[in-house]
């Protein structure tokens, strides 16, 4: 079941990160400017950021089995419009469809996960499906590039939305919502599986103002990751493209190279993090790879407002982005760690903040880019940094559980 979450990150994020490397194409031709091309980008997180938390919980209701599938078969629906797309509105629209379809994956994801993995290897979890999503973005640009040359940008979504389509259709096939429904479980994996999460068939209700109230600076610092993130994601091939002038090809090797040392920092931040665990409570591991993250981010960072230069800049980049990464995991183990029975609704309340921060990121950091050129928006993001790290390093985010006896849990032998 990890394995095709894997997957489905993987694929995910290869339809994000698209239209990053097709963006000098589709600027072009679709006749842009960089502040149009900004709102197109961040059209994706509107429906994202305000359906996240309601995604998670729908995902809840509808069982992951049905809900990953229908979500997997409309955003490959929306990556084939955007090939298709003629103009601004058209983009806009095929951007929008996708936040819509996936404001939900992560959340779902997350429950399956809280169902499926012993509670002390949440972080591992989490750090390896990310891996994946990264390992998408670093696939992506190559890919895309590589679609581009041999047939235009256009086909380029068309191959990839296939690509989601076929992977909904394995999801469907494979996955049963209870571990205890699968052939392959066994009495003692069963008995390893926490037992909180194995109740969530019972559907109590969702405590809302108790996971609102505990979850409130982790949407904020969620927030502060999710801008640099969406920085890296959208605008590092325009960057590259226009400050150093390099061709399609170039630019698409070095985003990749940069993007590549976030799949190893996922996996790093999650084990390490679960490793902690072991001598920290929870709650205080997690933060403290949240704060090296996010510090180590904005120190590597700095350098790109001071010089100009092309191997420094793709070495703090890269740096950067480990870094940055380090983050990812530890904060989609809050969520588990802290709501075990509402971990889908609980995820969606955090991803939020991720959310907003696609919204406002591209459209505000292209217009800065267009006024002021590429200084000022890394300066600004560095400073986010900053401010995230001193409200991770002060959130104590409370546990919250069920009140009262839960009904019907999940059967312990084979459904």
């Known amino acids: 079941m990890l394995a095709l979450l894997c997957l489905m990150y993987a694929i995910s994020y290869i339809d994000r990160a698209n239209v990053s490397t097709a963006a000098p194409s589709i600027q072009a031709q679709l006749g842009l400017t960089d502040t149009q091309l900004g709102v197109a980008l961040g059209a994706f997180s509107v429906p994202y950021a305000l359906l996240s938390i309601f995604g998670g919980a729908i995902g ?3 069982g992951p089995r049905v809900a990953l599938g229908l979500i997997g ?3 490959g629906a929306a990556t084939i419009a955007t090939g298709f797309s003629v103009g601004l509105a058209s983009l806009i629209g095929a951007r929008l469809l996708l936040g819509l379809s996936e404001s939900g994956a992560f959340p779902v994801a997350t ?16 750090g390896v499906v ?15 590039a590589g679609l581009i040359a041999w047939a235009g940008w256009r086909e380029s979504f068309f191959v ?38 194995q109740q969530q068939a019972a559907k109590p209700p969702v405590p809302w103002r108790r996971l609102l109230r505990s979850l409130a600076p982790v949407v904020f610092v969620d927030f502060g990751y999710g801008w640099t993130l969406w920085v890296f994601l959208t605008w590092l091939p325009s960057f590259l493209s226009q400050s150093f002038g390099l061709a399609l090809s170039s630019f698409a090797l070095f985003t990749s190279l940069v993007l590549a040392a976030g799949v190893v920092g996922d996996t790093v931040g999650g084990v390490l993090s679960d490793r902690l665990t072991g001598r920290l409570s929870p709650g205080a591991a997690r933060r403290t790879m949240i704060v090296v993250g996010l510090v180590g981010a904005g120190v590597a960072l700095t350098p790109l407002v001071l010089t100009h230069q092309l191997v420094v800049a793709t070495v703090c980049l890269a740096v950067a982005f480990f870094f940055l990464e380090l983050t990812n995991a530890p904060l989609w183990s809050i969520p588990m760690d802290v709501a075990p029975v509402w971990a889908g609704t609980a995820s969606g309340v955090m991803n939020t903040g991720f959310g907003v921060a696609g919204i406002l990121s591209p459209i505000v950091f292209g217009a800065l880019v267009q006024l002021t050129g590429w200084q000022v928006p890394f300066v600004v993001s560095i400073a986010l940094l900053g401010v995230a790290a001193v409200v991770a390093a002060v959130m104590r985010p409370r546990s919250v559980q069920a009140e009262g006896p839960l009904r019907a849990p999940l059967p312990t032998g084979r459904g």
């Not at 390992?135 to 640009?141: E, F, I, K, Q, Y």
């Not at 990839?160 to 994996?189: D, H």
């Open 130 to 144: 990310h891996s994946s999503s990264r390992l998408g973005n670093a696939v992506a640009p190559l890919l895309v």
């Open 111 to 126: 429950q399956v996960m809280s169902r499926w993995m012993p509670a002390r290897r949440y972080g591992f979890a989490q």
């Open 73 to 75: 078969v409309l955003w």
């Open 60 to 62: 809840a209701k509808l």
């Open 160 to 197: 990839i939305g296939v690509l989601s389509v076929l992977w909904a259709v394995l999801w469907f096939a494979v996955f049963r919502n209870r571990p205890a429904e699968y052939r392959g479980m066994t009495e003692q994996q069963l008995a390893e599986l926490p037992a909180e999460a």
